[in-house]
């Protein structure tokens, strides 16, 4: 039975996470990474944006668009609903599909789009995000360039409508979107596309998924904040 407030609107966010298949995903890490290596931290990030997602109080479920085999076992193996990317048309298609398949399930879901390259995601702060984002129909968060967006929101009733890729800080402001602008969720906005954008997310503290794989990259790609296989404190080392 799902909870449901006396307004009748369901309790709980429903989060949306699109994944590309792991052979093309992450393509500016394979400098830092290699062509090799670059799915399996592709994979481990998601990991840690999931596991650190559904340890979120206020988030009830997790649904991750993907058509990869082994990403959709691993991350169902941590309790994500997969929904196969049906329209095969991109990243925006493929949210619209993930929003319509919770809401068919769960009518008023409020829904959030978020990002699956926060390998540091804290629980803590993705619970901060979402109550703000609770205070309007749409809103959305900034990456840490202040260019892309890493999570967007709807509450019950409202559609994502998704603008993802490139400069989507001005497509979803434009859209009419509140932009969430607090400075204390540093872990919803450290995306990772880049060796840089990696050994940022080091310094925050990376989840146990991406802290194993990290180990085996060259120092000089990790920097000079390595932590091993230490996961953030909100994490614990199953991911839950």
């Given at each position: 039975m799902i909870p449901m407030?006396?307004?009748?609107?369901?309790?709980g966010w429903s989060l949306v996470v699109p994944l590309k298949p792991l052979v093309r995903a992450k393509s500016r890490l394979s400098p830092a990474a290699g062509d090799e290596f670059r799915p399996r931290l592709a994979?481990?990030?998601?990991?840690?944006?999931?596991?650190?997602?559904?340890?979120?109080?206020?988030v009830r479920d997790?649904?991750?668009?993907?058509?990869?085999?082994?990403?959709?076992?691993?991350?169902?193996?941590?309790?994500?609903?997969?929904?196969?990317?049906?329209?095969?048309?991109?990243?925006?298609?493929?949210?619209?599909?993930g929003a319509a398949v919770v809401r068919a399930r769960r009518p008023g879901a409020p829904i959030a789009a978020l990002n699956a390259d926060l390998p540091a995601l804290?629980?803590?702060?993705?619970?901060?995000?979402?109550?703000?984002a609770s205070l309007f129909p749409r809103a959305f968060l900034a990456d840490a360039a202040d260019i892309g967006t890493t999570l967007l929101t709807a509450t019950s009733g409202v559609e994502l409508d998704p603008a993802f890729g490139g400069a989507s800080r001005v497509r979803h402001r434009a859209s009419g979107?509140?932009?969430?602008?607090?400075?204390?969720?540093?872990?919803?906005?450290?995306?990772?596309?880049?060796?840089?954008d990696l050994r940022a997310a080091l310094v925050l503290g990376v989840g146990?998924?991406?802290?194993?794989?990290?180990?085996r990259l060259p120092a000089a790609a990790r920097g000079r904040h390595d932590q091993g296989d230490q996961a953030p404190p909100q994490v614990t080392a199953s991911g839950a």
């Open positions: 407030r006396r307004d009748g609107a369901d309790v994979l481990a990030f998601a990991l840690d944006t999931v596991a650190g997602a559904l340890a979120c109080a206020d997790v649904a991750v668009v993907t058509d990869d085999p082994l990403a959709g076992e691993r991350l169902a193996a941590l309790g994500a609903r997969i929904v196969p990317d049906a329209p095969a048309n991109g990243l925006n298609a493929a949210l619209a599909h804290r629980p803590a702060e993705l619970a901060q995000v979402l109550h703000s979107a509140y932009e969430i602008t607090s400075p204390d969720v540093p872990s919803v906005r450290r995306d990772v596309d880049t060796g840089e146990p998924h991406t802290a194993h794989q990290t180990r």
